[in-house]
C-alpha cells in the first residue's frame, strides 16, 4: 500500500540557514508527489509537485525538491530561511484506485521553527 | 476569485448532537475531499466525492456522512456515533488527484 513517511517530527533552523526536510514515499509506479505548507489554523498551501521529467523542482516561496527514485525520497531543500518560513509541512503521494480517480495520502508532517 | 469557503471557522457542540460543517468551491472542480488533521496524526481522508451524486469512504469514515447534490457543495455531518469528533477538518477539491488540492481553511470543532 503507498505511504508517506516524514521522519522529523519537528526541525530547528536559524534564520539565515539552509534547510532540507525529508520524505519517503512507498509506492509501485512513478508517483505523483507533493509539499504542502500549512500556517497555525489555516488550511495547506501547494509548495511544489513532482509527476514526470526533471527530478529537481522548483516551487513557490523559494522551494525546491528533487525526486530520487532510488532511494523512494521527494526531500525538500531551501537555501535560506526566513522567520515566515515557520510552519508546518506535509509531503503528499497520490493513491489510485483505477483510472483517473484517487486521492492524497500525507505525511503526518514537519513542524519548522526558526530561531532569529 | 476562486477558491474553497469552509464555514463555519469555529464550531462549539455538545456530546450527543449532530453537526454539518460546510464546504463551498467556485472552481469548478469534479473531486472534493474531506480531511480530519489531529495533532502529530497528518491528514486522515474521511470521505471523497469524484462527480455528483456519488462519494464514497475514505480510511476513517465511520461516524461520519456526506452528500453531493450539487458540484459546488460537499457538507460533512460528524454524527453522534463519532466517538471522537474533536478536531480540525479540512475540505479541499481538485479537477483531478495529479493536480493537486485546493484547501479550504478549515472548521476547528470542539464537543463538550
Known amino acids: 500500500a503507498q505511504s508517506v513517511t516524514q521522519p522529523d517530527i519537528h526541525i530547528t533552523v536559524s534564520e539565515g540557514a539552509s534547510l532540507e526536510l525529508r520524505c519517503n514515499y512507498s509506492y509501485g509506479a512513478t508517483p505523483y508527489l507533493f509539499w504542502y505548507v500549512q500556517s497555525p489554523g489555516q488550511g495547506l498551501q501547494l509548495l511544489l509537485k513532482y509527476f514526470s521529467g526533471d527530478t529537481l523542482v522548483q516551487g513557490i516561496k523559494g522551494f525546491e525538491a528533487e525526486f530520487k527514485r532510488s532511494q523512494s525520497s521527494f526531500n525538500l531543500r531551501k537555501p535560506s530561511v526566513h522567520w515566515s518560513d515557520a510552519a508546518e509541512y506535509f509531503c503528499a503521494v497520490v493513491r489510485y484506485y483505477g483510472g483517473s480517480q484517487g486521492n492524497l495520502i500525507f505525511g503526518k508532517g514537519t513542524k519548522l521553527s526558526v530561531k532569529p | 476569485d476562486g477558491g474553497i469557503t469552509q464555514s463555519p471557522k469555529y464550531l462549539f457542540r455538545k456530546e450527543g448532537q449532530n453537526v454539518t460543517l460546510s464546504c463551498e468551491q467556485n472552481l469548478n472542480h469534479d473531486a472534493m475531499y474531506w480531511y480530519r488533521q489531529d495533532p502529530g496524526q497528518g491528514l486522515r481522508l474521511i470521505y471523497y466525492?469524484?462527480?455528483?451524486?456519488?462519494?464514497q469512504k475514505g480510511d476513517i469514515a465511520e461516524g461520519y456522512s456526506v452528500s453531493r447534490e450539487k458540484k459546488e457543495s460537499f457538507p460533512l455531518t460528524v454524527t453522534s456515533a463519532q466517538k471522537n469528533p474533536t478536531a480540525f477538518y479540512l475540505c479541499a477539491s481538485s479537477p483531478e488527484p495529479a493536480h493537486g488540492y485546493t484547501f479550504g481553511s478549515g472548521t476547528r470543532l470542539t464537543v463538550v
Open positions: 466525492s469524484q462527480i455528483v451524486n456519488d462519494f
